[in-house]
């Protein structure tokens, strides 16, 4: 059984997105929302940094040439956080109703986003959503009729992508081509039952297994590559949201958490929050950042 301890409590009411920093050797996320953060946290140093967004922040990634693009309700915009100056780079496709969530950089340094259509789920047909790739200075659609995009993970190999579309408790498997980033063949990789809470964020290890923060059921989940459920370790907090490897050898797992109302399908024993770390076993892949 892996010790799951908290690595920093941060009282995050929507921590998501946590991405390791070889290069800073740092854990970088963001508290989507009361209020709207980007955090950065040196474990070694235990120096920890907040920029505070101008509207709700879905995610971020590393860029190739330096600073950060973010995704922002509105749209993706350039971030550097030495000054904390922001630059918009391409509109939101969205209407209003519907803001940027999780995004992530396939293998080849491509930038990929997903939305969330706030009116689900008071709304449960709500679906304004899609998924998209950056294309330049324009966000092209991709994959129409999502509520909230999340699951987005890639493929050590770079063939393969995975994304959710939460409300439907299952994840979907697409190839992609490495050349062009079109996406082909998609169908059913892992899909819950009743009972065993919902689909948030992901992240990929080194022999290909998916790692499934699993919402509401205070537990990650591992599939193997031909999505068979490899193993289930169960949390003391009961929504976790994302998960990403760090740590000077890419071992540490590092899990972010919520404080969204949510029916709870454990009973907790730790707070959700902070972010928390364990040791699975299981060795990362190292991020690629945006090329363009």
Known sequence: MAEIRVAYDAGNHLGETPIWSAAEQALWWVNCEHPPELHCWHPESGEHRIWPMPQRI????????????VALADGVYDFEPEGGSLSLRAPTPFPAHVKLHECHCDRQGRFWVGGYDHRFPADSTAADAAICRLNGDRLAVVIKGIAVANGMAFSPDGRRMYVANSPKRGVEAYDLDPDTGALSNGRT???????????????VDAEGGYWLANVAAGALRRYRPDGSLDRII???????????????????LYVTSTQLAMRAFMEPTAPNGPVYALEPGEMGV???PFAG
């Open 189 to 203: 990789f892992l899909t819950l039952k009743d009972g065993e809470g919902f689909v948030d964020g992901a992240t």
């Open 286 to 288: 190292e991020e690629i």
């Open 234 to 252: 169960a949390l003391p907090f009961s929504n976790p949201t994302k998960p990403a490897f760090g740590g000077p050898d890419l071992k540490t």
């Open 58 to 69: 879905g995610g971020f990634v590393p860029k190739a040439s330096g600073g950060l693009l």
